[in-house]
């Protein structure tokens, strides 16, 4: 699956992250009502984080849902961008800088258009050798892509910073759980420093953010 499978996150373990992890500033007065929003959202029969993601995409209701739940609509709103931050968001083929204009275009008439395509149509090796030979793809250029698309599933992971990671060696969202963020940054800056790496400044709290997320990220491909 290319995101977090939100049906498998309780309530009950989406309260206790709420509760114990350090939340973005925008996004800390979550902690603040938590509690008795997830005992109201259990008597309305929601059960997972899934269940909330759909609840809370009609706006419409929110006037209504905040005064079920004793709360402010703002409140709803930040809830529906923490829920929502779980979905791992497919980036544009463009951006991997993989491909040139050409094989892009070839790939835009197939329908293939960002990288969760890719990811979810070249997990096994006969995937990639199908997929490769169909489009008139290197099958190393391909490999190069399908780990960028991997690493980007990542929430906080963008191609550029999914690049410095696979020149670090980590190729999927399980290497990157098990790394030391605080070395990764180290090498981060220096990489920036050096002009080696172009990106945003990072803090330990990114990485730890972008690990918070990793870990719960399927490992699908058989490489």
Known sequence: MYSTDLTSISLSAFEQTILTIDLLPSRKVLAEGISGAVRELRHMGIETL???RILLKDKKRYSE???ELD???????????EVNSYVSRPVPLDQLDVFTEPELER??????????????QCLMPSDRTTFASEHGLDKDQLT???ELSDLVRINGVGPAFARFLRDLGVRSPRE???IDP??????YRRSVADG???????????????QRFSSGLDNDIEW
Request: hydrophobic share 35%; charged share 35%.
């Open 182 to 187: 605080l070395e990764v940054l180290e090498r």
């Open 65 to 67: 849902l905040a005064i």
């Open 71 to 81: 709360v402010d609509e703002r409140y709803l709103t930040v809830h529906n961008r």
């Open 50 to 52: 899934e269940d909330l």
């Open 196 to 210: 080696s790496t172009s990106g945003p400044q990072l803090r330990l709290e990114d990485l730890e953010y972008c």
């Open 176 to 178: 990157f759980d098990s």
């Open 107 to 120: 790939l835009r008439r197939s329908g293939v258009r960002s990288t969760k395509t890719i990811y979810e």
């Open 144 to 146: 190069v892509a399908l």
